[in-house]
């Protein structure tokens, strides 16, 4: 969590020199809290250079300001080096320096940290390892500069053979190594293939799942998202479903949430969550539905305008489901305000998730 608890407290952001074409537009979303009051705010604004510019200002007196995102989008040509640093009258703490290609963005989520996302919404895991592909041979001592997967395979198999935790690998050569009781044990391709009922195109599959000497399995390719609004959805209608806009993807795992919609990719049981955060609630309404709609069937919250005496600048509404899909089954969220005054707003600080469960 980010908080600026003193006046002479801010936060600011430049890059290492001068832009080749585009500024770096940035954008943060805050929350102001007193004794008294819980005021939402945000801040847009762009890069000037090397030269500091406050993305979140300091806070009144006796007011903390919670920083709930910054995003800073790389629209130049090429890459950028960015700063994050906190300002303290004057005294300057460097929070993140990252360097990002064109067309990445810098995202900050309360609760979640600091990611750098490509174009396509996935998290990028960086290396400072050369892209130039060099012999696959290369056996992880030379000084010749290989290609990322060579890097990959070898980190994996290095690893392997000195007691890692991790218990499955390849190397170049489709040979896969198995840790079992701290013992190292090789199959040969063709036996790996057979054991997994794998041809050789799908050899460098081996490398997709991981799993520790504890038993707990990672895989980077488990679908997975989280969407944010862009912006605002304001002024509700009323009586008719309205589906809720996601423009911004915080992530998105195999890339399979598009046009506000998600489209399993296989067959499975998955889990969602949302929440609506809430403004300018009518007390008059009749009911309020909000519905994670899946492929057959629908999911719903109900909130009567009786759960507020008077209208309400602010209020949230917020569940989950667990249900299973088929391979192209979709899910996504709508609401459905029954009576009232089309003036309900759907605020930046909502979000849809879900992932593959298995």
């Given at each position: 969590?980010?908080?600026?608890d003193?006046?002479?407290?801010?936060?600011?952001?430049?890059?290492?020199?001068?832009?080749?074409?585009?500024?770096?537009?940035?954008?943060?979303?805050?929350?102001d809290?007193?004794?008294?009051?819980y005021?939402?705010?945000?801040?847009?604004?762009?890069?000037?250079?090397?030269?500091?510019?406050?993305i979140?200002?300091a806070?009144?007196a006796?007011?903390?300001?919670?920083?709930?995102s910054?995003?800073v989008?790389?629209?130049d040509?090429?890459?950028?080096?960015?700063?994050?640093?906190?300002?303290?009258?004057?005294?300057?703490?460097i929070?993140?320096?990252?360097?990002?290609?064109?067309?990445?963005q810098l995202?900050?989520?309360?609760?979640?940290?600091?990611?750098?996302?490509?174009?396509?919404?996935?998290v990028?895991?960086?290396?400072?390892?050369?892209?130039t592909?060099?012999?696959s041979?290369?056996?992880?001592?030379?000084?010749?500069?290989?290609?990322?997967?060579?890097?990959?395979?070898?980190?994996?198999?290095?690893?392997?053979?000195?007691?890692?935790?991790?218990?499955?690998?390849?190397?170049?050569?489709?040979?896969?190594?198995?840790?079992?009781?701290?013992?190292l044990?090789r199959l040969?391709?063709?036996?790996?293939?057979?054991?997994?009922?794998?041809?050789?195109?799908?050899?460098?599959?081996?490398?997709?799942?991981?799993?520790s000497?504890?038993?707990i399995?990672?895989?980077?390719?488990?679908?997975?998202?989280?969407?944010?609004?862009?912006?605002?959805q304001?002024?509700?209608?009323?009586?008719?479903?309205?589906?809720?806009?996601?423009?911004?993807?915080?992530?998105?795992?195999?890339?399979?949430?598009?046009?506000?919609i998600?489209?399993?990719?296989?067959?499975?049981?998955?889990?969602?969550?949302?929440?609506?955060?809430l403004?300018?609630?009518?007390?008059?309404?009749?009911?309020?539905?909000?519905?994670?709609?899946?492929?057959?069937?629908?999911?719903r919250f109900?909130?009567?305008?009786?759960?507020?005496?008077?209208?309400?600048?602010?209020?949230?509404v917020?569940?989950?489901?667990?249900?299973?899909?088929s391979?192209?089954?979709?899910?996504?969220?709508r609401?459905?305000?029954?009576?009232?005054?089309?003036?309900?707003?759907i605020?930046?600080?909502?979000?849809?998730?879900?992932?593959l469960?298995?």
């Amino acid at each position: 969590m980010l908080i600026l608890d003193a006046t002479t407290k801010s936060l600011e952001v430049k890059l290492a020199g001068a832009v080749s074409a585009n500024e770096l537009p940035v954008t943060a979303h805050y929350t102001d809290i007193t004794t008294t009051l819980y005021t939402p705010g945000s801040n847009d604004t762009q890069t000037n250079g090397a030269t500091a510019v406050t993305i979140v200002a300091a806070p009144g007196a006796s007011t903390q300001r919670h920083v709930e995102s910054i995003s800073v989008y790389n629209a130049d040509t090429a890459a950028a080096t960015v700063t994050i640093q906190l300002n303290n009258n004057s005294t300057l703490r460097i929070i993140t320096k990252v360097t990002m290609q064109a067309g990445e963005q810098l995202f900050y989520e309360d609760g979640m940290g600091w990611q750098i996302i490509d174009a396509n919404g996935a998290v990028i895991r960086r290396t400072n390892v050369s892209d130039t592909a060099y012999a696959s041979s290369w056996d992880g001592v030379t000084t010749i500069a290989p290609s990322k997967n060579a890097v990959y395979d070898q980190m994996i198999l290095q690893m392997l053979k000195n007691g890692s935790n991790l218990a499955i690998g390849s190397d170049a050569d489709g040979d896969m190594y198995y840790r079992a009781s701290s013992k190292l044990a090789r199959l040969a391709k063709g036996d790996a293939k057979a054991l997994l009922g794998m041809d050789d195109a799908q050899v460098p599959a081996y490398r997709k799942l991981m799993v520790s000497d504890a038993g707990i399995m990672t895989n980077a390719y488990q679908p997975a998202f989280l969407v944010t609004p862009a912006s605002d959805q304001t002024d509700i209608a009323i009586n008719e479903n309205v589906d809720v806009v996601w423009g911004t993807k915080v992530f998105d795992t195999g890339g399979n949430f598009a046009s506000n919609i998600f489209t399993a990719p296989v067959t499975g049981v998955y889990h969602f969550d949302v929440l609506l955060d809430l403004e300018d609630f009518d007390s008059a309404i009749g009911v309020l539905f909000v519905y994670i709609v899946v492929t057959g069937r629908n999911f719903r919250f109900k909130m009567s305008g009786n759960h507020v005496a008077a209208d309400t600048d602010y209020t949230s509404v917020a569940f989950g489901v667990t249900v299973k899909l088929s391979a192209t089954n979709t899910a996504m969220v709508r609401v459905f305000q029954s009576g009232g005054t089309a003036q309900l707003d759907i605020t930046t600080n909502s979000y849809f998730s879900g992932f593959l469960i298995g």
